[in-house]
């Protein structure tokens, strides 16, 4: 058993993922189950494996280290029906027959059963995509968009970018990053055309990302939408493999944001949003590039933008969501089919007239649910945890994240049939983490404490460290027994009470809850958190010292526990902030205007929760720990917070990490950087109590 204290396997294990398996698909028949899994706790490379759901004997499609590779494989796409799948390793693009009966040794498949597809042009391919029919495969190089025959003849460009800052195919920075968008071409149900989105950079501000670490290296030229700043011009192609090419029209002026599309049995379709995000349509896009508006939503705040929408089920009827009396439902033409207090997460996919999703009547949980207009809704999981889903052909892969598996459990369910087990190598977290639910004050505020493994009541209070990330699109205080449960236990057992609250903004408690964020994301979240404080402090007299309180973070963690010793020295004492954005003018237009409004319109709404504006009041320790090669949350936040902080003459730390992007990766810096943190803490509150071995 591997003996490795909990930075150094968080680091071998990459936060306990690898082994586990991950992007589970069925097959159009329901009889295979396609899926990504590297052999071991420590392999990075993922292979693509099948599973019979019939004997539940698994096999292995590809193998990039029989394949000659040195990566894995990040993603696949398969046709309609789940034989043929494309992917790539390195610089070329492969092809598998997922059915293949092959007797190929146990380190590898057989030869006939993958192949590199030739290319005619020079670069790394991109998103990979086959044909629903199975015989050509769409792809991205250098920012055109090709269509390659199976057997790598016909290699053709069907749109070449008219500049070095124009491409065809893939989604552009904020779609990716805010929109839940990851790609960029679909196609047609016959294979013939494909619908496909232009993306042209060039009005969008340019930032330069050097390495200081390598003065020889040239800064990375990024095209980054800041706030209040103009966004990458995105239109949408009809582009047939007959070399045909029409427009697809919207007014983009008054809905610049395309946040989804497709192409089904009924169609091509995509959905638009208003710069200001009140507004989005669904629209069907017709031969001739004409569009009609199917639905329409509109929001005071901003409409919510959820995974998986818009979708159609086989018969056409439009799934979609609206905000109703503090619920958001799943609606099927237009009509609410959940009920009040069941929020909908995310819109997994459609089975014949089946919607497949997850929703939350308990924020600390998500379940998988069904509905059906014959049988109406169904949930799907059970017990605590965060269960998710994929449905097709009659076969159902069910994962949970639950205490003890932060990866995850995969199970294969079929009808009338036992049920099959996704076989994961990821390592068990060990020790596990053992946090106390709690529901805290008026606002039940939902939060984890966790306390020293062998702590005994009466022991004498214990320095407190709040540990949340407490702001929109993310929760830490769940069933589902994630990663950074595991972090939390650990500074637990270096003799801290240790509190996650998960505050106003955070998703699952209704759109009321979400949007009382508007024009503020700081004020209401660090009222949540000292309320959070004060309640357990009241629930647990004599445990906590509320003299010696820490908090830390990242990212929005980061800007909340920087935050909190700014504006509430008297409550907080220390804080480890990373990856913090210091100034909301220097983050992604579509994330920062759904909050706070353009800047040009709002300007308070940026300037009150600028951490480099009120730097000249810091009195308690700080330390700011920062990637320099963060192209989410640039370096120059920290720089220019240190900066300002520096010329008010404020003592702080700064911990640059070189080569290190927005979620350290580097083994030593992952093991190394919690110690780091922990030395901080304890110099800035004072010894914790040593527990008892």
């Not at 009659?394 to 079929?414: I, K, N, Q, Y």
């Amino acid at each position: 058993m591997p003996t490795d204290s909990l930075p150094r396997s968080l680091a071998r294990t990459r936060r306990f993922t690898l082994g586990a398996p991950t992007r589970p698909r069925p097959s159009a028949d329901g009889t295979t189950v396609l899926f990504l899994r590297s052999r071991g706790d420590t392999d990075p490379l993922d292979c693509l494996w099948a599973l019979d759901t019939a004997t539940g004997a698994e096999r292995v499609v590809a193998d990039p280290a029989a394949l000659g590779a040195d990566t894995g494989i990040a993603a696949y796409d398969t046709d309609a029906t789940g034989r043929l799948a494309a992917f790539t390793l390195g610089d070329a693009l492969w092809i598998a027959d997922t059915t293949a009966d092959t007797t190929a040794p146990a380190d590898g498949p057989a030869e006939a059963a993958v192949r590199a597809v030739p290319t005619a042009v020079p670069g790394p391919p991109q998103d990979p995509r086959p044909d629903p029919t199975g015989r050509r495969i769409a792809y991205v190089t250098a920012g055109a968009l090709r269509v390659v025959s199976v057997d790598g003849t016909d290699d053709r460009t069907l749109a070449e970018p008219e500049s070095e800052d124009v491409s065809y195919g893939l989604a552009e920075y904020v779609a990716a990053e805010e929109m839940y968008r990851t790609r960029g071409h679909w196609w047609s149900p016959d294979g013939t055309a494909l619908l496909v989105a232009r993306v042209d950079e060039r009005p969008v501000t340019r930032v330069f990302l050097a390495d200081p670490s390598d003065p020889h290296r040239p800064p990375r030229v990024l095209r980054y939408p800041l706030a209040g700043t103009a966004n990458a011009d995105v239109s949408l192609w009809l582009l047939g493999l007959d070399g045909s090419r029409t427009e697809v029209r919207w007014d983009r002026t008054a809905f610049e944001y395309l946040t989804a599309a497709g192409w089904d049995a009924h169609g091509p379709y995509a959905a638009v949003q208003s710069r200001d995000q009140r507004t989005v349509r669904t629209l069907a896009v017709g031969p001739d590039g004409t569009t009609r508006v199917l639905a329409e939503q509109r929001d005071e705040h901003w409409v919510e933008l959820l995974p998986g929408l818009p979708a159609r089920t086989a018969a056409g009827a439009l799934v979609g969501s609206t905000d109703l009396d503090d619920t958001r439902h799943l609606t099927v033409d237009g009509e609410p089919v959940t009920s009040a207090g069941l929020q909908l997460r995310e819109v997994l996919g459609t089975d014949g007239e089946q919607v497949l999703f997850t929703a939350s009547d308990e924020p600390t949980e998500t379940h998988l649910w069904t509905y059906r207009p014959d049988t109406g809704l169904r949930r799907l999981s059970s017990g605590p945890g965060l269960h998710t889903g994929v449905r097709n052909g009659g076969t159902l892969v069910l994962t949970t994240r639950a205490d003890g598996h932060p990866a995850g459990r995969s199970t294969v369910l079929r009808e009338a049939r036992p049920e099959l087990p996704l076989v994961s190598h990821a390592r068990p977290p060990a020790p596990a983490a053992r946090p106390e639910l709690l529901r805290l004050g008026p606002r039940e505020l939902r939060a984890s404490l966790f306390l020293p493994t062998g702590h005994r009541p009466g022991a004498g209070p214990l320095p407190v460290l709040l540990d949340p990330y407490g702001g929109p699109a993310m929760q830490k205080a769940t069933s589902g027994g994630l990663w950074w449960d595991l972090v939390s236990q650990w500074f637990a057992d270096q003799g801290f009470a240790v509190l996650v609250v998960d505050g106003r903004g955070t998703p699952g408690r209704g759109p009321r809850w979400e949007k009382a964020v508007y024009g503020d994301k700081a004020g209401p979240v660090l009222e949540d958190q000292i309320e959070g404080l004060r309640e357990t402090d009241r629930l647990r007299p004599g445990l906590l010292d509320t003299g010696r309180v820490g908090i830390r973070g990242w990212s929005f963690g980061g800007y909340l526990a920087a935050y909190a010793v700014l504006h509430r020295p008297d409550v907080f004492h220390a804080a480890s902030a990373g990856a913090a954005p210091t100034d909301w003018r220097t983050y992604d237009t579509h994330w920062q205007e759904r909050f706070l409004g353009h800047p040009d319109e709002h300007p308070a709404h940026y300037d009150e929760g600028s951490l480099i504006t009120a730097a000249p009041g810091l009195r308690r320790p700080l330390l700011l720990v920062q990637g320099l090669a963060d192209d989410n949350v640039f370096p120059a936040h920290t720089l220019r917070l240190s900066r300002a902080l520096l010329a008010a003459g404020r003592p702080h730390e700064v911990l640059p990490l070189a080569a290190t992007g927005h979620r350290p990766g580097d083994e030593s810096v992952v093991e190394n950087l919690l110690g780091l943190e922990l030395d901080f803490l304890r110099r800035s509150l004072g010894p914790a109590p040593r527990m008892p071995a």
